[in-house]
Nanobody, 124 residues
Framework: QVQLVESGGGLVQAGGSLRLSCAAS????????MGWYRQAPGKQREFVATITSGGSTNYAGSVKGRFTISRDNAKNTVYLQMNSLRPEDTAVYYCNAMGRTNRGPFGTQDFNAWGQGTQVTVSS
């Protein structure tokens, strides 16, 4: 199994910054894509940003230019630097990782794991 543990959420005023971290652990053989999603009250979970093992990034239009995703492959950790935060960024932020687990003599197996979520609240 693969576990994701997020940290770094909190309360910040509009225009402020926060940095989220997410560390993956378990029988990990490789992680192809790591990313962040968010869910605001009464809304569906939405895509925020992803990054591949090679460093290619993709952002939602609403955060492009304000948020930066990065990762440390050696630590199986992904980060989300959030600047110029707005009240509409308020949500629970979830980390996601997709890759392959190491099953020893049985080879490898795909996984798609989610973190427990961390609350980000931006006050106006």
């Amino acid at each position: 199994q693969v576990q994701l543990v997020e940290s770094g959420g909190g309360l910040v005023q509009a225009g402020g910054s926060l940095r989220l971290s997410c560390a993956a652990s378990g029988n990990i053989f490789s992680i192809n894509v790591m990313g962040w999603y968010r869910q605001a009250p009464g809304k569906q979970r939405e895509f925020v940003a992803t990054i591949t093992s090679g460093g290619s990034t993709n952002y939602a239009g609403s955060v492009k230019g304000r948020f930066t995703i990065s990762r440390d492959n050696a630590k199986n950790t992904v980060y989300l630097q959030m600047n110029s935060l707005r009240p509409e960024d308020t949500a629970v932020y979830y980390c996601n990782a997709m890759g392959r687990t190491n099953r020893g003599p049985f080879g490898t197996q795909d996984f798609n794991a989610w973190g427990q979520g961390t609350q980000v609240t931006v006050s106006s």
